[in-house]
């Protein structure tokens, strides 16, 4: 047999196999999943803004008036009107300098850490941080020092432990992709200051739902102020496509020069960015409070439903809601019978997640409907209760 078959094999066995499955139309609370109607818990189309009227309509208009492609990288002929207006809308969004757009989250981590560290520094990175910024942090060739997920008094003795001549960096994410609990960043902040460390939040999941006006964590815990470097994505609350990297002029600048991400890629299209415009001046109107409110209650009330049922949600205080299962094949088990039931909710495994604690990863959306989203929990338990995992 051939190495590529003998290690799908190994991953069957291991019940780490995975396979696509094919979502038709657009991703609304309710899809066809590889031809049978379901309800979607698993997308993080969070305020429903991928298929919102006024996100299409800008990315239509933009098409016709600027075309389908960039045609190029930032720095070549890449840098298109439309680029450097969503790069202005996000500073003003933010409240940063400047901001600079990467191609998706995935480049934009990969590429900073990279560009801000190297030989001589050292990263203190959260263990539970996205693959992509552990991927960042491995290109970067600086040393890497991973404590334990939001323990800010290990955070402490490991910067203690570890002086250097050259640059901290500290990293985390702002709401845990895959545990839906935040980064203390008020009491991070704090570490940084005393260290003279740089600190690198990735906001991925806070981004247009966290905070009174959507501005994400570093809003909520009160501290935006103390963050060198807040990336955020545009994929996920933002219905569109994209990144960035809300930042002084001065690292914009050294971003632009240094990020290989950044330089060696074609530049977002015009719809994407349209519809990103668009999709800050939802967040930022009263439109953008009212699916705020709604995804907010969807979750508490999801949550509270399952974790009454006996489930550990893992500390989760968002809209992600993690339901802890253990073992991969009991997850995807489970994944399996909900299936069954017409709810799309899916197994996280391993090397997603740390052995052991596989999980049902279940997400939610200010555009599901309340009753509906409680029959599903209800149903979820039942499964839950019939396979013994509560
Ligand atoms: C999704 C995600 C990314 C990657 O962003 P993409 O735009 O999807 O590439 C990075 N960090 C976190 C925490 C994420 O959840």
Redesign the pocket.
């Known amino acids: 047999m051939s190495r590529f078959a003998d290690e799908l094999d190994a991953l069957r066995r291991q019940g780490l196999y995975r396979t696509l499955r094919t979502v038709a139309g657009a991703q609304t609370p309710r899809v066809t999943l590889d031809g049978r109607e379901v309800l979607l818990l698993c997308s993080?189309n969070y305020l429903g803004l991928a298929d919102h009227p006024r996100l299409k309509e800008a990315a239509i208009e933009a098409t016709a008036r600027y075309g389908t492609g960039s045609g190029a990288s930032r720095l070549v002929s890449g840098t298109m009107e439309l680029h450097t207006a969503l790069e202005e809308r996000i500073a003003r969004f933010k409240g940063t300098e400047a901001a600079l757009l990467f191609n998706?989250?995935?480049?934009?981590?990969s590429g900073i850490i990279p560009a801000i560290a190297g030989r001589g520094d050292v990263i203190f990175c959260d263990r539970l941080?996205?693959?992509?910024?552990l991927d960042g942090c491995l290109l970067s060739r600086a040393r890497l020092v991973r404590y334990p997920h939001n323990d800010t008094a290990a955070l402490r003795r490991l910067l203690e432990r570890h002086p250097t001549e050259g640059l901290r960096l500290i990293v985390t994410?702002?709401?845990?992709?895959m545990d839906g609990d935040c980064a203390p960043l008020a009491e991070i902040v704090r570490l940084k200051e005393e260290f003279g460390a740089l600190l690198m939040v990735?906001?991925?999941?806070g981004t247009g739902v966290l905070g009174a006006s959507g501005r994400g964590t570093a809003e909520q815990c009160g501290v935006a102020a103390g963050i060198d470097i807040q990336?955020g994505?545009?994929?996920?609350a933002l219905g569109s496509?994209?990144?960035y990297a809300a930042v002084s002029r001065e690292i914009a600048a050294y971003l632009v020069n240094k990020a290989r991400s950044f330089i060696f890629s074609t530049s977002l299209p015009p719809a994407t960015l349209a519809a990103a415009v668009a999709a800050f001046d939802i967040v930022d109107a009263p439109e953008g409070a009212k699916l705020r409110r709604q995804l907010r209650d969807n979750s508490r009330r999801f949550r509270e439903r399952l974790t009454a049922a006996g489930f550990d949600t893992m500390g989760s205080e968002t809209q992600i809601v993690p339901l802890r299962v253990g073992e991969a094949e009991k997850a995807m088990a489970f994944t399996a019978k909900l299936l069954e039931q017409g709810l799309y909710v899916q197994g996280i495994r391993p090397p997603t997640v740390p052995a052991g604690s596989s999980r049902l990863r279940c997400t939610l959306m200010a555009t599901h409907d309340p009753a509906e989203l409680a029959a599903a929990a209800d149903a979820i338990a039942g499964t839950g209760r019939e396979l013994g995992l509560i």
């Not at 994410?173 to 992709?177: A, E, H, K, L, P």
């Open positions: 993080n998706a989250g995935y480049a934009a981590n941080n996205h693959a992509s910024i994410d702002g709401v845990f992709s990735d906001d991925a999941h990336m994505t545009l994929g996920k496509f994209g990144a």
